[in-house]
């Protein structure tokens, strides 16, 4: 009985010495949101370096990712503190590396770890990881300010808000979520527009309330002084009203196939488009000068539309793998919707990626030649992608697009 007394004592001492450490861990490790960060984190004084400090952002727009410069040597050696939030595959992590920075380019020199950093002109950091197949953009933070309100706020280097429009449904006003990126200084600004695409089959009513943006294209348009903004259409990203953008009869049923829905949907695309510029015109911070207009799959044909209605005000369109409708479609639509980028005469850049499970290259180039007949002019680059049949979505890889983007932008601020 003594001993079974004295094992059970001695058990529950283990039992809560192994409580006592857990606690003490559990201590030395704080939450920025759901990223979680070494208690004892330190950032380096600013002026050492560009990279000095903490830098807080996301990977592909949606995993958080936090970035602490705890020391860099004179010849360049840094410890990173490197952390990211939770994913499918568990709880968020963190863990410290060796870095090397030469310029303005930090790279991670660990084996196995494959991530580099390049600061932008915009004063942020542009991250690519593993052969760039993700990216990141991130902001410099004050890492005391950071672990006084530790919330998920700090992840965001955009802005997001309602634009009140000059739409009615159902007698009511229609307020159009924006998501703005700026570039430095006060402005005003030159705007560009830059427009969602769908949300594959239109069968998941789950997705309309998801926001996507290009973190990486809008610093880069804001290196060129543009004030980026990403509107959302009716029922879309937390929008008012009802997303109705060529639906079947059975909304259940998704997007339509036939011309019929089809092309109302993409006009009243066009409407909201129109809208949302408009009141994006009436900012402060908004220069009433030439718009660049853009957008990823039905968000590319919406810019080309848009460029059509407003060909006096347009400076240049960026189509990413445009088209409204894929194979099943009727073959009449995509060429329609395409032509009614006449009467604008100005500069298209197309960005298409082979093996697009939506939009073959052929079909692609079909469309863009009713666009060229029309008088645009149009210059078009097909990448390949890694990996199957994943061509649609080109614009996560920016490393494949941002040279060709740059030039655009160089040329049409020339002709402007």
Not at 54 to 82: A, F, K, P
Not at 140 to 162: K, T, V
């Amino acid at each position: 009985m003594w001993c079974f007394r004295n094992l059970k004592l001695a058990l529950q001492t283990m039992l809560l010495a192994f409580v006592l450490a857990g606690a003490a861990i559990a201590q030395d490790v704080v939450r920025i949101g759901n990223v979680p960060l070494p208690g004892d984190a330190v950032e380096t004084q600013e002026g050492l370096s560009g990279f000095a400090g903490t830098w807080v952002g996301q990977w592909d727009g949606w995993r958080n990712h936090v970035l602490i410069i705890e020391r860099i040597t004179e010849n360049g050696l840094s410890d990173v503190v490197y952390a990211v939030g939770s994913d499918l595959n568990g709880a968020g992590r963190w863990f410290r590396r060796k870095a090397k920075i030469q310029g303005d380019t930090l790279t991670f020199i660990d084996d196995g770890f494959s991530a580099s950093y390049q600061l932008s002109e915009t004063g942020r950091m542009r991250g690519v990881f593993d052969d760039d197949r993700g990216f990141a953009v991130l902001e410099r933070r004050n890492l005391s300010d950071i672990l006084a309100a530790p919330g998920e706020d700090w992840f965001s280097i955009a802005n997001r808000e309602y634009l009140q429009t000059d739409l009615v449904e159902n007698g009511q006003p229609v307020r159009l979520t924006v998501v703005t990126y700026a570039p430095q200084g006060d402005g005003p600004f030159p705007l560009a527009l830059l427009h969602h695409g769908s949300t594959g089959s239109g069968t998941r009513p789950s997705d309309f309330d998801r926001v996507w943006t290009s973190a990486w294209l809008a610093d880069l348009l804001n290196e060129y002084g543009w004030l980026v903004a990403f509107p959302y259409r009716r029922g879309r990203g937390m929008s008012d009203g009802l997303y109705d953008e060529g639906f079947a009869p059975d909304r259940a049923d998704g997007y339509s196939p036939k011309a019929e829905f089809s092309i109302p949907g993409a006009e009243r695309a066009l409407t909201d488009a129109n809208s949302a510029l408009a009141a994006l015109r009436s900012r402060p911070d908004v220069a009433q000068s030439d718009i660049l207009v853009g957008g990823v799959s039905r968000g590319g044909v919406v810019a080309i539309m848009q460029a059509g209605s407003k060909p006096d005000d347009v400076a240049g369109v960026i189509n990413f793998v445009g088209g409204w409708t894929g194979s099943r479609g009727d073959a009449s639509i995509n060429p329609t919707l395409f032509k009614r980028i006449n009467p604008f005469k100005g500069e298209v850049l197309s960005i298409y990626g082979e093996e697009d499970p939506y939009y073959s290259i052929e079909h692609s180039k079909s469309n863009l030649a009713e666009m060229e007949r029309q008088g645009a002019k149009n210059t078009l680059h097909v990448l390949k992608l890694p990996g199957y049949r994943n061509g649609h979505w080109v614009i996560t890889m920016p490393a494949l697009w941002e040279k060709e983007v740059e030039l655009f932008l160089r040329h049409i601020d020339k002709s402007r």
